[in-house]
């Protein structure tokens, strides 16, 4: 149980195109989830709350015009990297808890490799 | 400010050594703590999940504990094997449930053959 997908696993994309990623909870309903960015030999770092039906709530620092964040559905949070540049070539993570479930912990999707040329 | 600090960063060892990672963390008002593994390029996979209100957790060759007073958890790593080679990384939750995971750096383990 509690399995999150996340969607696609690596992207290349030019410069001021935009790219959207995907996170899905695949066997529970996730009011919120999160987006973590990781730069190489890094720790996580997090980015913002992703909160079905309302606005997110970013971090100090992200630009939130920049990194768009919608919770549509009680299962799928999506990050749209806006006019990218390649200062934004990162690994992009997002988690969820399946709140109603037995296991108290937070399940991670596989990552989103994104490079920007 | 929360912070995890996780000591060393960096480990090498022998196949079949039994080892320790450290975990420290600031604020002691935590929910829980988690220890996962990241293998290069890829998400993390959870190891143990310990609740503020737990001593330690066992999986496997895995053993976490937690002394949140102290504000310390330790991941103990018996027999060692090269698959095990990977980065660890601790993060706690403060608060209340359903806030963000704080992450600390990682420890990136290699186990030779």
């Known amino acids: 149980g509690a399995v999150v997908s996340q969607h696609p696993s690596w992207v290349i994309c030019k410069s001021g195109t935009s790219v959207k990623i995907e996170c899905r909870s695949l066997d529970f309903q996730a009011t919120t989830m999160f987006w973590y960015r990781q730069f190489p030999k890094k720790s996580l770092m997090l980015m913002a709350t992703s909160n079905e ?25 999506t990050l749209t990297v806006t006019s990218a ?5 990162s690994f992009y993570i997002c988690s969820a808890r399946d709140v109603n479930g037995f296991y108290d912990g937070y399940t991670f999707g596989s990552g989103t490799r994104l490079t920007v040329v | ?27 002691s008002a935590i929910y ?9 390029g890829k998400g993390l ?6 609740q503020s209100s737990q001593r330690e957790q066992t999986s496997g060759r895995l053993n976490a504990s937690l002394d949140k007073s ?25 608060g209340q449930a ?15 053959s």
Not at chain 2, 32 to 40: A, I, S
Not at chain 2, 45 to 50: E, K, P, V
């Open chain 1, 53 to 77: 039906g309302s606005k997110a709530t970013y971090e100090q620092g992200v630009e939130k015009d920049k990194f768009l964040i919608n919770h549509a559905s009680l299962t799928l949070s």
């Open chain 1, 85 to 89: 540049h390649p200062e934004d070539s």
């Open chain 2, 1 to 27: 400010k929360q912070e995890v600090t996780q000591i060393p960063a960096a480990l090498s060892v022998p196949e079949g050594e039994n080892l320790v990672l450290n975990c420290s963390f600031t604020d």
């Open chain 2, 32 to 40: 829980n703590l988690q220890w996962f593994r990241q293998d290069p």
């Open chain 2, 45 to 50: 996979t959870s190891l143990l999940l310990i």
């Open chain 2, 70 to 94: 102290s504000g310390r958890s330790t991941l103990y790593i018996a027999a060692s094997q090269p698959g095990d080679s990977a980065t660890y990384l601790c993060a706690v939750t403060i």
């Open chain 2, 98 to 112: 359903g806030t963000a995971l704080i992450f600390g750096k990682g420890t990136t383990l290699s186990v030779s």
